[in-house]
T-cell receptor, first 112, second 114 residues
Framework: DAKTTQPTSMDCAEGRAANLPCNHSTISGNEYVYWYRQIHSQGPQYIIHGLKNNETNEMASLIITEDRKSSTLILPHATLRDTAVYYC?????????????FGEGTQLTVNP | EAGVVQSPRYKIIEKKQPVAFWCNPI?????LYWYLQNLGQGPELLIRYENEEAVDDSQLPKDRFSAERLKGVDSTLKIQPAELGDSAVYLC????????????FGPGTRLTVL
């Protein structure tokens, strides 16, 4: 699976959009981009994933560049409960049960 | 619908003692994973089960770690004997097991070895 690069930490004001970047310049054509987050003392929580099109769900939006070498997770209206470590993971699609390779992620702190 | 259940949530033992962790995956999920998470790092896969078969255990330290998933549902991860360096959070996850499936994690068991 391709390696990802994320900033170590970011801050965001409550109610504002949080934009978390991720670089995955060596991503292959069959690799998906996944985002998970981990709130303190909890297990990782799935947020969203995509292949090449932008995706949106009730939690967030995922914007993938046309060359697929980077992506941005957008939390449109961040709340204090969104404070967590956010992991960007690339993973081969169509592979039943393949492992998730976590990096160190981005610590997002939402401030009041 | 219930999520992935793990017990205990916390465990403190002395080194050289045995310890076991239990995981009950989401109903209907055929694939089960055990991950290890050291402080300040992301989780790392220890073992993956497809039903009752361990299909990826390359990262499991087999001299002291063992796991089983009898009947393809619940799973137990054991350490015997525990060492100081085993202090970590042990996470269980499950997925349906088809295609680019999503993994759902339990809350983890925090192990402290004294």
């Amino acid at each position: 699976d391709a390696k990802t690069t994320q900033p170590t930490s970011m801050d965001c004001a409550e109610g504002r959009a949080a934009n978390l970047p991720c670089n995955h310049s060596t991503i292959s054509g069959n690799e998906y981009v996944y985002w998970y987050r981990q709130i303190h003392s909890q297990g990782p929580q799935y947020i969203i994933h995509g292949l090449k099109n932008n995706e949106t769900n009730e939690m967030a939006s995922l914007i993938i560049t046309e060359d697929r070498k980077s992506s941005t997770l957008i939390l449109p209206h961040a709340t204090l409960r969104d404070t967590a470590v956010y992991y960007c993971i690339v993973r081969v699609g169509g592979t039943s049960g393949s492992r998730l390779t976590f990096g160190e992620g981005t610590q997002l702190t939402v401030n009041p | 619908e219930a999520g992935v259940v793990q017990s205990p949530r916390y465990k403190i033992i002395e080194k050289k003692q045995p310890v076991a962790f239990w995981c009950n995956p989401i109903s209907g999920h055929n694939t089960l994973y055990w991950y290890l998470q050291n402080l300040g790092q992301g989780p790392e896969l220890l073992i993956r089960y497809e039903n009752e078969e361990a299909v990826d255990d390359s990262q499991l330290p087999k001299d002291r770690f063992s796991a089983e998933r009898l009947k393809g549902v619940d799973s137990t991860l054991k350490i015997q004997p525990a060492e100081l360096g085993d202090s970590a959070v042990y996470l269980c996850a499950s997925s349906l097991g088809s295609g680019a499936d999503t993994q759902y994690f339990g809350p983890g068991t925090r192990l402290t070895v004294l």
